[in-house]
């Protein structure tokens, strides 16, 4: 399993931007893929999830109504929209991917597979 995050970029606050992660193997259908953020010089937080059903969790209190991940299977992609961006949105964005086991997976650890990540910066 390969992923391969992008989208990322300058915008500035109150913009949007739209990362992809394009999953390569097999079995697209069968993972859950997850959306983390590592600001600068902090650790990496869990941003939101979809499981293979098109169940969607949120982690982060502050992305709640301006993020939304979705993914579309027919082209191994989970997509997650920004809007209402602000300064503390800035930070490199992970996609992860693990198999989906019937639960939600939020921990860094929950996940074996990531991409190389892609950078947001939002300006004031």
């Known amino acids: 399993v390969q992923l391969q995050a992008s989208g990322g970029g300058l915008v500035q606050a109150g913009g949007s931007l739209s990362l992809s992660c394009v999953f390569s193997?097999?079995?697209?259908?069968?993972?859950?893929v997850g959306w983390f953020r590592q600001p600068p010089g902090k650790e990496r937080d869990f941003v939101a999830t979809?499981?293979?059903?098109?169940?969607?969790?949120y982690g982060l209190d502050s992305v709640k109504g301006r993020f939304t991940i979705s993914r579309d299977n027919a082209k191994n992609t989970v997509y997650l929209q920004m809007n209402s961006l602000k300064p503390e949105d800035t930070a490199i964005y992970y996609c992860?991917?693990?198999?989906?086991?019937?639960?939600?997976?939020?921990?860094?650890?929950?996940?074996?597979?990531w991409g190389r990540g892609t950078l947001v910066t939002v300006s004031s």
């Open positions: 992860a991917a693990n198999i989906d086991y019937g639960i939600v997976l939020q921990r860094n650890s929950d996940y074996p597979y």
């Open positions: 193997g097999r079995g697209f259908n069968d993972y859950t």
């Open positions: 979809i499981r293979w059903n098109g169940g969607v969790t």
